[in-house]
Nanobody, 122 residues
Framework: QVHLVESGGGLVQAGGSLRLSCAASGRTGSRSTMGWFRQAPAKEREFVARITWNSAYTEYADSVKGRFTISRDSAKNTVYLQMDSLKPEDTAIYYC???????????????WGQGTQVTVSS
């Protein structure tokens, strides 16, 4: 079982930046794909970004491409999501996920965190 803890959420004005962190512990698995999903009020949960175990491959949702950057520090078992040029529509709870396969669907992940709130004011 992998335990994931997100941090770094908060309130920011439109155009600002935030960096989310997700620390993994437990049976992390050296080759887990890690990623981020988000869920806004009254909306379905959606894929944001993912990164493979060796950082060789990243994938982003079209809505965040060019503004968000995912990275990981394998030595620290931590994944980051740098969010720039934030928009009010980025307001959501952001969830960190991990899994041996890991794609753009929530069901492809085995572990997820409790979520961190990101609020972007206009």
């Amino acid at each position: 079982q992998v335990h994931l803890v997100e941090s770094g959420g908060g309130l920011v004005q439109a155009g600002g930046s935030l960096r989310l962190s997700c620390a993994a512990s437990g049976r992390t698995g050296s080759r887990s794909t890690m990623g981020w999903f988000r869920q806004a009020p009254a909306k379905e949960r959606e894929f944001v970004a993912r990164i493979t175990w060796n950082s060789a491959y990243t994938e982003y949702a079209d809505s965040v491409k060019g503004r968000f950057t995912i990275s990981r520090d394998s030595a620290k078992n931590t994944v980051y999501l740098q969010m720039d040029s934030l928009k009010p529509e980025d307001t959501a709870i952001y969830y960190c996920v991990a899994g041996p396969v890991g794609g753009s669907r929530w069901s492809t992940y085995e572990s997820w965190g409790q979520g961190t709130q990101v609020t972007v004011s206009s």
